[in-house]
């Protein structure tokens, strides 16, 4: 494994989880206040799909060349897009 993967894999162990624990929180929040599940779960998606593309974004500059980087970043954009189906598609 090469330091640029090392080092991406170090960042996205420290980062990923505070994020996740945010994101969880409002998923939690919304099935409190009694949304419908879908709605709750396409919110929750667009919220932590945005949030880890944002944690991709600052990163980019130092990592745009690594292969495992770009499938990420296209990962998190297919969960906003998902989140954004739910939204629109859900019942």
Same mark, same amino acid.
């Given at each position: ?8 894999r170090d960042y996205l162990m420290f980062t ?24 709750a779960l396409g919110i929750f998606a667009v919220? *932590?799909?945005?949030m880890l593309f944002v944690l991709g974004l ?30 629109? *598609?859900?019942?």
């Open positions: 494994m090469d330091e640029d993967l090392k080092v991406l990923v989880p505070h994020v996740t624990v945010l994101a969880g929180a409002l998923l939690g929040l919304l099935m409190i206040m009694g949304v419908q599940v879908n709605t919220f *932590y799909g945005f600052v990163i980019g500059p130092h990592f745009s060349k690594v292969l495992w980087y770009r499938l990420m970043m296209v990962f998190f954009a297919f969960l906003m897009l998902l989140g954004v189906v739910l939204l629109l *598609y859900g019942e």
